[in-house]
């Protein structure tokens, strides 16, 4: 069986797009029939341009906590605040601390055995879905969570992958420009390699 790629020339027609698929069309008589099962290659281009931006911020992804969710910690920072405005907020810095050292003294009780692991297809997902590419689904219990969209490299245009772009872009730039770097030069150099994409 041929593997041979094709391109669309008008609204009915399709020709060869290499020689390879030019010269196996040639040993098909006039008339001929052929069966062809018939796939849209992806657009290497856009899925090269956007992996590289992934990449540059994956590097500055380290997995930590995770163990106590961000709405626990919503919630418990909401219960320090309502204590601290009814106690005073001379009470508030010691309220912060012990609330701290619970919410670690938590996270290490759940990590019991449980290892960290870094994954690029999860960072790869969190990013689809903060910049906006996700849809919404409702556990039976009436919880929600966020499934990111499968991006389809193939069936995008120049407008649609730009947009997606723009989005990923703007949640990497954040992200990564608020990390802790070491000195003033490893800040600009970051910047500039995002500046880069950003070109």
């Excluded at 856009?46 to 931006?53: I, T, V």
């Excluded at 009470?91 to 055995?113: F, K, V």
């Excluded at 039976?140 to 407008?159: H, N, Q, V, Y």
Aim: charged share 20%; hydrophobic share 45%; with cysteine.
């Amino acid at each position: 069986m041929a593997q041979i790629h094709i391109v669309k020339v008008t609204t009915e027609l399709l020709a060869p797009a290499t020689d390879e698929a030019r010269a196996f069309l040639h040993k098909v008589p006039l008339g001929g029939w052929i069966h062809a099962e018939f796939k849209r290659v992806r657009n290497y281009r856009f899925h090269k341009k956007l992996f590289k931006l992934l990449q540059l911020g994956f590097q500055y992804w380290t997995p930590a906590g995770g163990m106590v969710t961000p709405d626990e910690c919503q919630f418990l920072d909401g219960f320090i605040t309502f204590l601290c405005n009814r106690i005073g907020a001379g009470h508030s810095p010691a309220l912060e601390e012990a609330t701290a050292l619970y919410i670690n003294e938590q996270a290490i009780h759940r990590a019991n055995d449980t290892a960290l692991l870094k994954d690029f297809a999860a960072f790869r997902e969190w990013v689809t879905i903060k910049a906006g590419y996700y849809t919404i689904h409702i556990n039976p219990d009436g919880s929600r969570w966020l499934r990111a969209k499968s991006i389809s490299f193939a069936s995008m245009d120049e407008t649609e992958f730009e947009g997606l772009y723009k989005s990923v872009l703007n949640v990497l730039w954040n992200y990564i420009l608020y990390q802790k770097f070491k000195s003033q030069a490893e800040v600009e150099n970051i910047a500039a390699q995002l500046l880069e994409f950003a070109a």
